[in-house]
T-cell receptor, first 115, second 113 residues
Framework: NAGVTQTPKFQVLKTGQSMTLQCAQD?????MYWYRQDPGMGLRLIYY???????DKGEVPNGYNVSRLNKREFSLRLESAAPSQTSVYFC??????????????FGPGTRLTVT | SQQGEEDPQALSIQEGENATMNCSYK?????LQWYRQNSGRGLVHLIL?????REKHSGRLRVTLDTSKKSSSLLITASRAADTASYFC?????????????FGTGTRLQVTL
């Protein structure tokens, strides 16, 4: 199992450009998440998808859109990138762990710089 | 806003010593989880403690939870250089697959030889 994979690993955009961050998981998890991580801020939830066909806003959704393409894939789109979106982006999926509680599995991250 | 705040922000200890980091949160929770993040990598789940539990152990990890004070602590005993990482607490308000996790700001642990 590859777990959670993300592409690209690094990206530099100019202000106003658009791009899509890709995420895929091969663990047959129902729920998937997109976070951003800024220095000293921990992780903040952007969007999540409880199951295929559903998406919901998290804490910081402005400037982003998502698509749950199928059970495996959950993409994050920046329509018009801004310097404030410079961050490291993590995708995660969740599954039932031991003890009957859900834990999240994270991808390696995408480091995005907007100039 | 962040649910949790961690204390200290950074901790430097020598190999073999114990490391303690604390997490405070704001609202009632169903469970609290601790994650580790090595530099430049994604987060890895370490341990989960339920709201009706007070203490839990896993190998060299010991987690406590005090719901009356809305706080948790993570103790790593006999630390090793490989424990160098950032550690995050995360809280979940309700059980269930889509229930969101809210992360704290993290503690950076440096273990020196």
């Amino acid at each position: 199992n590859a777990g959670v994979t993300q592409t690209p690993k690094f990206q530099v955009l100019k202000t106003g450009q658009s791009m899509t961050l890709q995420c895929a998981q091969d663990m047959n998890h129902n729920s998937m998440y997109w976070y951003r991580q800024d220095p000293g801020m921990g992780l903040r939830l952007i969007y999540y998808s409880a199951s295929e066909g559903t998406t919901d806003k998290g804490e910081v959704p402005n400037g982003y859109n998502v698509s749950r393409l199928n059970k495996r894939e959950f993409s994050l789109r920046l329509e018009s990138a801004a310097p404030s979106q410079t961050s490291v982006y993590f995708c995660a999926s969740s599954a039932l762990g031991t003890g009957g509680y859900y834990e999240q599995y994270f991808g390696p991250g995408t480091r995005l710089t907007v100039t | 806003s962040q649910q949790g705040e961690e204390d200290p922000q950074a901790l430097s200890i020598q190999e073999g010593e114990n490391a303690t980091m604390n997490c405070s949160y704001k609202t009632s929770i169903n469970n609290l989880q601790w994650y580790r993040q090595n530099s430049g990598r994604g987060l890895v789940h370490l341990i989960l403690i339920r709201s009706n539990e007070r203490e839990k152990h896993s190998g060299r990890l010991r987690v406590t939870l005090d719901t009356s004070k809305k706080s948790s602590s993570l103790l790593i005993t006999a630390s090793r250089a490989a424990d160098t990482a950032s550690y995050f607490c995360a809280t979940r308000k309700e059980a269930g697959t889509a229930s969101k996790l809210t992360f704290g700001t993290g503690t950076r642990l440096q273990v020196t030889l």
